[in-house]
């Protein structure tokens, strides 16, 4: 058989792509007694389809039996219910108490500004407080690079959660093993 429809073959059953008849005719490739190096892990897979097709269930209610392992199974907690709903009512709280902050803050405090006749003396005075915001507000950011290694911090943690996935596919595999547990203390 061509090697290159066979690579095609494999290519197109990783996509989910082939068709039943191709499936077969990679399971007889796979079938054989001599198989290529760059195919020998394809060939335990195939081979285990073979195997696997050649078990049969003893127990008649296996299905149910799986079922009612399934349904025994608890769900995990939803612990995200209070960050889902607490952080939309705290922001929502934050911004009302804003709001009633300033208004009563320009309720009790009617006192005129300071205004001035002459424009130059009322530059200099607003150049002076404006140089005094500008160092606080930079004072201000220089805290900030605290922020960038927190946020270097988070972004290794970004890999759990492909390990996160990794475990979550493995109970997968669990529960198939339970299965078969299952399958073979019921043929006993």
Not at 153 to 167: D, I, K, P, W, Y
Request: no cysteine; aromatic share 12%.
């Amino acid at each position: 058989m061509n090697l290159q429809r066979i690579e095609d073959l494999i290519l197109k059953y990783e996509n989910g792509e082939t068709s039943l008849a191709e499936e077969e005719e990679l399971r007889d490739f796979f079938s054989r007694d001599q198989i290529p190096v760059q195919f020998k892990a394809y060939g335990e897979i195939f081979g285990f389809f073979g195997v696997s097709k050649q078990e049969t269930i003893a127990n008649p209610d296996f299905d149910m039996a799986i079922l009612e392992q399934i349904h025994d199974m608890e769900e995990p907690k939803k612990t995200r219910f209070y960050i889902r709903y607490l952080y939309p009512i705290a922001g929502i709280a934050a911004s009302i108490l804003l709001i009633i902050g300033l208004y009563f803050s320009s309720y009790f405090n009617n006192a005129p500004l300071g205004t001035y006749d002459d424009p130059e003396i009322a530059y200099a005075e607003t150049r002076k407080i404006l140089l005094k915001v500008s160092g606080n507000l930079n004072s201000g950011l220089d805290e900030l690079s605290n922020v960038e290694e927190l946020n270097k911090g988070v972004s290794e943690l970004e890999n759990m959660r492909a390990f996160n996935v990794g475990v979550t596919n493995f109970r997968k595999i669990s529960i198939l093993d339970k299965s078969k547990d299952i399958i073979t203390q019921k043929s006993k």
